[in-house]
């Protein structure tokens, strides 16, 4: 999330339109080591960890808001796998 909002004024915002942007640019990124389109599972994973430091930091400073809190996770595609 730094790095998606490093050239932006201010540095990164704390909104929902923010978190919704970031959620848009990965789901279209393409992995490093895998030369592969990122997963909505990846994205859901991300968007998760950075709700979960959100709580944590409005845990000592209950005026924040967690923006990731009115975003919607990606709906995950399921694969039949057979063994």
């Known amino acids: ?10 540095g990164p915002n704390e909104n929902a339109g923010e978190v919704e942007e970031y959620k848009a ?12 389109q990122i997963k909505p599972a990846t994205v859901n994973r991300e968007l ?3 709700k979960a ?3 944590h930091a409005i ?4 005026e924040l808001q ?3 809190s009115a975003v919607e996770f990606l709906e995950r595609t ?4 057979e063994f």
């Open 1 to 10: 999330m730094l790095r998606f909002s490093a050239g932006r004024e201010g």
């Open 25 to 36: 640019h990965r789901s279209k990124a393409i992995g490093k080591r895998t030369a592969r």
């Open 48 to 50: 998760a960890c950075l």
């Open 53 to 55: 430091m959100f709580f």
């Open 59 to 62: 845990k000592n400073h209950p």
């Open 66 to 68: 967690n923006p990731v």
């Open 78 to 81: 399921t694969s039949n796998i």
